[in-house]
């Protein structure tokens, strides 16, 4: 079921992915008859969570839902890397509303994704990002802050993607053979002594460095 969620900046529309595709035109334009109250003239975040978009069909959610509810759309969000790519190629805006951002920071409010991101899902956050569950293999994140995974973390992790080398990335099960902090990329090998351990990744004298989670009393660190 599509939920409206308000808060202090926009209206989110939330579209689950479980829906099926053929559904949801025909969803959204009951979403559109019933809540068109609250649509009407709304700054709208519109999230369809892991669902890969076509162009086809993104068109129809255009034409049959965003035009015709006369809302203004802040975000476009999708856990699909190829869907997040088919947005920015269509001008489309994405991420979290720009008026959300900490005032002389340049960072957002941290993002918490409570699932699990699977091979082609990617994510992308101006701001920390905290992932409560796996990071699969061919899943990516990509965050202007830290990066917290609280499950197994295999796929791509980029801490501080524009160059800040004092973001960090935390991870309960490091199954990793490459992390990116800031400028720097650290290439991991499965013989190491913290694969499988709970580390905490970082970068000293421009070298990136393999430590011990927090408040754990191991002997881990290394540098890649």
């Known amino acids: 079921m599509i939920q409206l969620k308000g808060t202090a900046e926009a209206l989110r529309c939330v579209v689950p992915e479980t829906i099926p595709e053929a559904d949801l035109p025909g969803e959204l334009s009951r979403v559109l008859a019933e809540g068109a109250h609250m649509l009407s003239g709304a700054k709208v975040v519109l999230d369809f969570q892991g669902r890969n978009l076509s162009g086809g069909l993104l068109q129809r959610i255009l034409e049959g839902f965003v035009w015709p509810g006369g809302m203004t759309v802040l975000s476009w969000k999708s856990l699909d890397g190829a869907t997040l790519e088919r947005f920015k190629a269509a001008g489309l805006p994405v991420g979290e509303p720009v008026s959300s951002v900490r005032k002389g920071q340049g960072l957002q409010p941290a993002l918490c994704l409570r699932r699990s991101l699977r091979s082609g899902q990617r994510v992308e956050h101006r701001g920390d ?96």
């Open 129 to 224: 990002v905290v992932v409560c569950g796996h990071v699969n293999d061919g899943a990516e994140v990509f965050a202007l802050g830290h990066v917290v995974v609280l499950g197994r973390l295999q796929g791509l992790v980029h801490a501080g993607m524009e160059g800040d080398d004092e973001a960090t990335v935390s991870v309960r099960v490091f199954e990793a053979t490459q992390v990116r902090i800031g400028c720097r990329v650290g290439s991991m090998d499965r013989g190491a002594p913290w694969w499988g351990h709970s580390v905490l990744v970082s970068v000293e004298e421009d070298s990136v460095v393999v430590g011990d989670w927090p408040g754990t009393d191991g002997d881990l660190r290394r540098e890649r």
